[in-house]
């Protein structure tokens, strides 16, 4: 399997604050990796550098082989690594069709232009469609998003990074704030638009430890900025230390 994407030995100081230290770990084609910690165990830092936000302090970051350390989210992105957009938290007023629309313009490079002409250019509005019925959405393109049920607006900002056409896509907490009886639903939808999409890896940011072991094929576990384990689910959750550092502080909160 080839490696998509990868830190290598990767460090980041926040003054006198360090918050990653010597962190080496990488997802490969055809892997849905989890990353799982206690909060302040790095975890948010981690994403920034993965999606070009941060430039490590020492250490390399590379996506499909090229540094992409402070690249940014909009310009990775377009190399084919996408981060899932709260859009919908900003712009609420937004159609489920204009919303999905704003990122397949992006993707496409074409001028931002006011959606009443977007109507008219055939190839978004079939982008948009494909995307739309991809999440289940179809029904509800021209619902504004603020009217959307809390799992329909999270399916809604994973969608509109998907629209982006991503190799690899990083989902961060994509469940919270939906009812316990829906998460696997919206995970399940997820996974398999992904394979649809052509996506090549997934990268899921996550504390439910029910998901995390339903979907994962890798966990990554951080505690204090460093890597405490890279293990398969079945090894992860048979160490009792583990679940204790990872779940136990959380608990404690």
Known sequence: MSVLLETRDVSKS???LRALAQVTMAVHEGEIVSVVGPNGAGKTTLVNLLTGL???TTGEVLFMGNNIAGVGPVALAERGLARAFQLIQIFAQLTVRETIAAAVVSRQKKRWRLFASLSADAGVNTRVAEVADIFGLGP???TV???LSQGEKKLLDVASAFALDPQVILLDEPTSGVSTSDKHGIMKTLIAAAKRAGV???????HDMDLVAAYSHRIIALSEGKVLADLPPDRFFAD???IETVIGRRRGH
């Open 14 to 16: 926040f003054g006198v």
């Open 54 to 56: 941060l430039i490590p």
């Open 140 to 142: 509800r393109l021209d």
């Open 145 to 147: 998003a603020a009217a």
């Open 200 to 206: 090549k890896a997934i990268v899921l940011v996550e």
């Open 240 to 242: 009792p230390h583990l």
